[in-house]
């Protein structure tokens, strides 16, 4: 098949029946769910403009490995053509949506696997990549929408894992047959997950000896026996389950970034979806290769298309209210322009500097340096845009009344004519406005910036393990014709 149609998604997921709960409630049906449907607008716009003639060449790649067209969100980069293409991709439907395309931490799982299995087969003589290979095939084949998941819950991290009175803090195998492997635990923040195909599992840390059956990697369908998503629930997700037009909030379709808890209650995974367990050696590899994916998607490119839509609101009001003309308002806009910018440039940078990774793999993934810069510097970039976004909108983006006021016959007049600020622009359109930013800025996306990908304190860690400031110091040694030291006996 190669590319599946959005119609073709939506009646596959019909056919899961994934075990979900939200708000102290159980999700009968995650399409019909006015928080869980955002999740599945998500990806189904993926498969949209996948077969979209305006859209395809960023959406849709040739892939050899099935010797078809398939969606961006299920191939490996083999060049940095490949990368630049995916850093694209992550803006593009970041911009498009106004919130994450949930398929992305798989598809940069992806590269981690394809990457280590390599490298594991290699020095160990095993069938990980291989396996891992084949099952990538039917990803493609069928265009499945796949989830990833490494964060965990973890214990006291001033102890060992073994050390942790609940052992299963940690996702751990339980138990292993000729058959496949059993496993138990939890992921935590995991996005979207419930409303794709399958669930790609990765270690969030580095393993040692005697931690053996931590280090697992593994695939599973999301309605597997035992799986259990526990859901986020906000003061976005009440808004919404109470509106009874959805216009009436800040991301009428896509809503707000939705994650869950994923328990894994005795899990059977069987051997031909399992790629990794026990090689506790290369678990932090698994890490760290996809952590050096995924930070140049968070950081250069998904990001970069949030800001286009913080910049655009904030045009649109400086418009609105007649303040072209404002000069500290233009410095803002410049401003927010030049740290969108900035941030597109370390990714793309990413992007261009990757190298197939361990050499010879044939899997590009984006140079770790400028990952790890992209990530850390949007980090700080983005809570500067949504406060310069908020100093343009002013207070009316927290004190907003309802749109349902437009349609109350007691006070529509009054909300029309002191919040239209004199403009030609239906009031309607300036209030929607206003709540898109109230979304951005006062929502849930700062913090999610911040420790997307792992938090600051990851990237600067990785930058000081990576910095070689070798050449640096030899400019200077060349600028200023050092002397070598020479030894005590003057030789």
């Known amino acids: ?80 053509e490949d990368l630049v293409k995916k850093a694209e991709a992550g803006t593009f439907t970041a911009e498009m949506l106004g919130t994450c395309i949930y398929r992305c931490v798989g598809y940069d799982a992806f590269h981690s696997l394809a990457s280590t299995t390599w490298e594991m087969d290699k020095e160990l003589g095993t069938e990980y990549h291989q396996r891992f290979m084949e099952y990538l095939k039917t990803v493609q084949k069928n265009d499945l929408s796949v989830a990833g998941a490494l964060t965990e819950p973890r214990g006291k991290r001033s102890k060992k894992t073994l050390e942790w009175p609940d052992p299963y803090l940690s996702l751990k195998v339980v138990d292993k047959n000729k058959d496949g492997i059993v496993v138990r635990g939890a992921k935590i923040n995991i996005s979207g997950a419930y409303a794709s195909h399958e669930l790609v599992v990765l270690p969030q840390a580095a393993h040692f000896e005697g931690e053996e059956d931590y280090a697992v990697a593994f695939v599973t369908p999301v309605d597997a026996k035992g799986i259990t998503f526990v859901c ?158 908020g100093d343009i909108g002013g207070g009316l983006i927290v004190t907003l009344p309802s749109l349902k006021e437009l349609k109350n016959p007691e006070v529509k007049d009054y909300v029309e004519e002191f919040y239209s600020f004199g403009s030609d622009e239906p009031t309607e359109n300036i209030m929607k406005v206003h709540k898109l930013l109230q979304n951005w800025t006062a929502g849930l996306h700062g913090v999610g910036t911040w420790h997307g990908a792992g938090p600051i304190m990851a990237q600067k860690i990785v930058l000081q393990r990576v910095i070689n400031y070798e050449r640096e110091k030899d400019l200077v040694k060349r600028t200023l014709n050092l002397k070598e030291k020479e030894g005590k006996n003057g030789d």
């Open 232 to 389: 986020q629930y906000s003061p976005y997700s009440a808004e919404r389950d109470q509106a009874e037009d959805l216009e009436e909030l800040g991301n009428p379709v896509f809503g707000q970034r939705e994650t869950s808890m994923v328990v894994f209650d005795n899990v059977f995974v069987p051997w031909e979806r399992v790629f990794h367990c026990g090689e506790y050696q290369y678990s932090i590899k698994f890490v760290m290769r996809f952590a050096r994916t995924h930070r140049m998607t968070c950081g250069g490119t998904c990001k970069v298309g949030f800001m286009n839509q913080i910049i655009g609101a904030a045009k649109l009001i400086q418009e609105y209210k007649g303040l072209e003309k404002a000069a500290h308002i233009n410095e803002e806009l410049t401003e927010m322009v030049v740290l969108r910018e900035t941030c597109r440039a370390c990714g793309m940078a990413a992007a261009h500097r990757g190298t197939d990774e361990p050499r010879g793999s044939g899997v590009f993934l984006p140079d770790e340096l400028m990952g790890n810069v992209a990530k850390l510097n949007v980090a700080n970039a983005f809570w500067r845009v949504m406060a310069l976004a």
């Open 1 to 80: 098949m190669g590319l599946m149609t959005p119609e073709q998604f939506e009646g596959s997921l019909k056919k899961l029946k994934p075990r979900v709960f939200m708000n102290g409630k159980k999700v009968e049906n995650v399409l019909d769910n006015k928080n869980t449907r955002t999740v599945v607008e998500a990806n189904k716009a993926s498969y949209a403009w996948a077969l979209d003639p305006r859209y395809k060449d960023i959406m849709s790649c040739y892939s050899p490995l099935v010797d078809e067209v398939v969606n961006r969100y299920t191939y490996i980069s083999a060049s940095t």
